[in-house]
């Protein structure tokens, strides 16, 4: 069903598979749990496994894919502002909303200053490789944090002084219709239809 939506979406499979290895450290963990889980239950190629291990380590697989999955088929439909202003139409804190918005906005910017600040390093002829050339990255790291924080003032000044209250405009304000309601649900009214299903089929 996952796959469907990304298909109707017109989202390329590398796209969500190259994303999908920030789930990586999950998958590492949950191999674990068979070998951890309990006692040994069945043997496996001369291994000891436990099923509690088993049956866990598929949950953790499972509902981490389809969390990454659906995450990254967000992203890709739906820009920021949006995110956000639905994020607050579900009673998200503002304040948090807006420091996410300005996070994402800002990200941009902090990594050209970081670009900035290596291009001028490497000018220089320091190109640090060994662990004990690392005090000019830190004294660098707390330039930029300094350099950071001050933009972010001058910025905020800027926006108060042109009537910012706390949120920023959205362009064009959007109302889902009903149409668009039955296509939200229908993937996770699938998926409870399945759940049941497999419930009902258990054996008695």
Request: aromatic letters at 10%; a positive charge.
């Amino acid at each position: 069903m996952v796959a469907g939506v990304a298909g109707l979406a017109g989202i390329p499979p590398a796209h969500v598979g190259k994303r999908l290895g920030f789930e990586a450290p999950f998958l590492l963990f949950a191999l674990t749990l068979p070998l951890v889980g309990g006692a040994p239950d069945i043997n496996f190629v001369g291994v000891g496994l436990s099923v509690d291990g088993l049956w866990a380590s598929w949950n953790i697989i499972v509902k981490a894919t389809l969390g990454f999955s659906l995450s990254i088929i967000l992203a890709a439909t739906t820009p920021i502002a949006e995110l956000l202003h639905g994020l607050e139409h579900l009673r998200m804190p503002r304040i948090i909303t807006a420091i996410t918005g300005f996070m994402v906005r800002y990200a941009d910017v902090i990594t050209g200053e970081m670009r900035r600040m290596r291009i001028a390093r490497e000018s220089r002829a320091f190109n640090p490789r060994w662990f004990w050339e690392g005090r000019p990255l830190a004294a660098a790291a707390g330039t930029l944090f300094i350099r950071s924080y001050e933009r972010g003032e001058r910025v905020y000044l800027a926006m108060v002084s042109r009537g910012y209250e706390g949120s920023l405009p959205v362009g064009t304000e959007h109302s889902a219709s009903i149409a668009q309601w039955a296509a939200a649900l229908t993937l996770p009214v699938a998926g409870g239809v399945v759940a049941v299903l497999a419930w009902l089929m258990q054996p008695i």
